[in-house]
């Protein structure tokens, strides 16, 4: 059984991602990237799915953890009836390879340690061929599963039926070391790390990262995590930004809104620029639009809501039924449907990104204007379209207001790319489209007897995305309409005092079953009331949601109020730059449409 969703930890070595829970089991590991078949499949399962287990023997020990500040090294304290120690855990951002480091630091007394290993290879559906390749001195133990490979050094593993197990006792100012390697198989194994030198190379590199933040305000212990986990995200190879480490974590518990977000969208994405370029990080911003660049090549009319981490188009969604679901949870999907969706909102977020990194002082490169230029062109071409939106639904397509107006700010971000920073383009056209846009918007996507915004044309629901229309300068906080639509989706979108994304009951996204409020909304909800003079509701839910994350500042993509845990996939970028961007308006700062105000 995993563990409940909050329990995990993320390690990171900006490619990829381990989930360690709070009893010492990494439960969850594709390796080398975030989207590769996993090593490690319990978390969606049973341990028997793969699993890497360090925990003292004594089973009345109890633990504390916290990352070394401002990194991804995780730090966990056991106190055992005889002694205390502590596991040190990271994966080093290594140029070639891809390695697990579980060093395990004697405290005082003595701890006896267990560690049990499954690998259970290409999710749950290859078991390796193992064997003992070590001498007494350096035990090794060398398995191979197809086209990978592991090499786990630093105890003598025996085997015990498909696990492999052993004991260590470490006594104070003792150190023992415990490594995973990953490699392609037909490949030599990589020599042993020199783990003083990985530890130290791998903290100076996120700390000195981190130093680059600029935040001024309130909440900077969360806003800085919450860069570092957005960072954590992105590969740093590439440059494409991952929605969350992990797939099929569901919505709903035992349910089947169950989807893989181990891939770049590019809303999702340039909602993360936006975030680390408020915060100093242009270089960010030139790697990613360097990887657009390549993720379309010249094909702006056949653009795709998602990409793989290095820009792939092909992210067939199928399910599994070697993995059995995180607590039943089923089916478990790899690969994601959605790519095939039309969203009209996604080149608005993509313009919208851009222009601030623009202003930021990014400039233009002979493809990145012309690129920009061919999508608003793209925009104009789809104008007639209805789509599925923000939230991917899998029923009839809509006219949705939200994806109207990122429509609206995709024209309006080109209109003044040329306008006001001198870039070429047909504005006079652009701004006659964006100007029809918004007197369309206006009419169908208003209720005449509320005098609300509403989720889609012919419809009286609200949807929470309505919330990101000031924020894109379409109107000001405090426009009436706007607090119109606030004082609807209170009424009908709070659960809890948090907020859901929309009223699933409805069936407008032709699935079954509900789901819990979604935390990026709320954070969305923060920025309105903090903008609309709302300041003590602002500070009030926030202290709220921040009271969401775990003991490690970790949020995933929903909250279960009922049984106050979290639900969805983890870590959720949507949730972290939401938070960063929530804990800017409380500070005053204008947001994403500040220039235009």
């Known amino acids: 059984m995993p563990a409940p969703?909050?329990?995990?930890?993320?390690?990171?070595?900006?490619?990829?991602?381990?989930?360690?829970?709070?009893?010492?089991?990494?439960?969850?590991?594709?390796?080398?990237?975030?989207?590769?078949?996993?090593?490690?499949?319990a978390l969606l399962g049973e341990p028997r799915n793969g699993c890497w287990s360090l925990r003292p023997l004594d089973a009345a020990a109890t633990s504390r953890r916290h990352y070394i500040s401002d990194t991804f090294i995780l730090v966990t304290r056991w106190e055992s009836a005889t002694g205390i120690a502590e596991v040190h855990e990271f994966m080093p951002l290594h140029p070639t390879r891809s390695d697990v480091v579980r060093r395990i630091v004697g405290i005082s007394g003595q701890v006896?340690?267990?560690?049990?290993?499954?690998?259970?290879?290409?999710?749950?559906?290859?078991?390796?061929?193992?064997?003992?390749?070590?001498t007494g001195e350096e035990p090794a133990l060398h398995a191979t599963a197809g086209p990978e490979a592991v090499i786990v050094r630093g105890v003598r593993l025996v085997a015990e039926d498909h696990m492999h197990r052993a004991t260590l006792t470490v006594a104070a100012d003792e150190v023992r070391d415990l490594t995973l390697s990953w490699f392609p198989s037909h490949e030599h194994s990589p020599k042993p790390l020199d783990v003083d030198d990985a530890i130290a190379a791998t903290r100076s590199w996120w700390q000195g990262w981190a130093s680059g933040i600029q935040h001024e305000g309130s909440y900077r212990a969360e806003v800085v995590r919450s860069l570092l986990v957005l960072r954590a995200l992105t590969n740093k190879d590439t440059g494409g930004i991952v929605a969350a480490a992990t797939t099929s974590l569901p919505e709903?518990?035992?349910?089947?809104?169950?989807?893989?977000?181990?891939?770049?969208?590019?809303?999702d994405a340039a909602l993360t620029l936006e975030a680390l370029i408020a915060h100093g990080f242009l270089t960010e911003a030139h790697h990613w639009r360097r990887w657009l660049l390549r993720a379309v090549a010249g094909e702006?009319?056949?653009?795709?809501?998602?990409y793989g981490i290095a820009g792939e188009r092909d992210l067939v969604e199928r399910e599994l039924t070697s993995l059995p679901g995180y607590e039943g949870a089923a089916p478990v999907r790899i690969g994601n449907g959605a790519v095939d969706q039309y969203q009209g909102d996604v080149i608005g977020e993509v313009l919208v990104a851009l222009e601030s990194a623009r202003?930021?002082?990014?400039e233009e490169g002979d493809f990145s204007w012309p690129l920009q230029r061919a999508l608003i062109e793209q925009v104009i071409a789809s104008i007639d379209r209805p789509d599925n939106g923000i939230w991917e639904i899998r029923g009839e397509p809509q006219w949705f207001t939200h994806s109207r107006v990122m429509m609206w700010a995709a024209l309006d971000r080109g209109v003044r790319a040329v306008r006001e920073h001198g870039l070429p383009g047909d504005a006079d056209r652009w701004a006659a489209v964006r100007d029809g846009l918004q007197r369309e918007i206006d009419e169908r996507g208003v209720d005449a007897e509320q005098g609300c915004f509403v989720q889609h044309y012919g419809s009286t629901e609200v949807d929470a995305s309505l919330l990101v229309l000031p924020q894109v300068g379409y109107c000001p906080p405090d426009d009436p309409r706007m607090l119109r639509t606030?004082?609807?989706?209170?009424?009908?979108l709070l659960t809890g005092g948090f907020?859901?994304?929309?009223?699933?009951?409805?069936?407008?996204?032709?699935?079954?079953?509900?789901?819990?409020?979604?935390i990026a909304c709320s954070f969305w909800l923060v920025e309105q009331y903090a903008t609309s003079g709302r300041s003590d509701d602002a500070r009030d839910l926030m202290a709220r949601l921040i009271a969401m994350s775990n003991d490690l500042g970790l949020l995933s993509e929903e909250y279960d109020v009922e049984h106050a845990r979290q639900a969805g996939n983890t870590p959720q970028a949507l949730s972290h730059l939401s938070l960063i961007r929530a804990a800017d308006a409380l500070a005053g700062h204008g947001g994403r449409a500040a220039h235009r105000q």
């Not at 709903?252 to 809303?267: A, I, Q, T």
């Not at 702006?300 to 998602?306: A, N």
């Open 5 to 41: 969703i909050e329990d995990y930890a993320l390690l990171s070595d900006c490619r990829t991602g381990a989930l360690v829970s709070r009893d010492g089991s990494i439960d969850w590991l594709c390796l080398p990237r975030f989207d590769a078949p996993s090593l490690f499949g």
């Open 112 to 134: 006896e340690f267990v560690t049990e290993l499954r690998l259970h290879f290409d999710y749950s559906r290859r078991l390796p061929w193992v064997r003992q390749v070590g």
């Open 252 to 267: 709903e518990f035992g349910g089947s809104r169950n989807w893989d977000y181990r891939f770049v969208w590019l809303r």
């Open 300 to 306: 702006p009319k056949e653009v795709q809501i998602m």
């Open 359 to 362: 202003i930021a002082g990014l």
């Open 486 to 492: 606030v004082d609807r989706i209170e009424r009908t």
């Open 499 to 518: 907020l859901r994304r929309y009223r699933t009951e409805s069936g407008v996204d032709g699935l079954a079953g509900g789901e819990h409020p979604f």
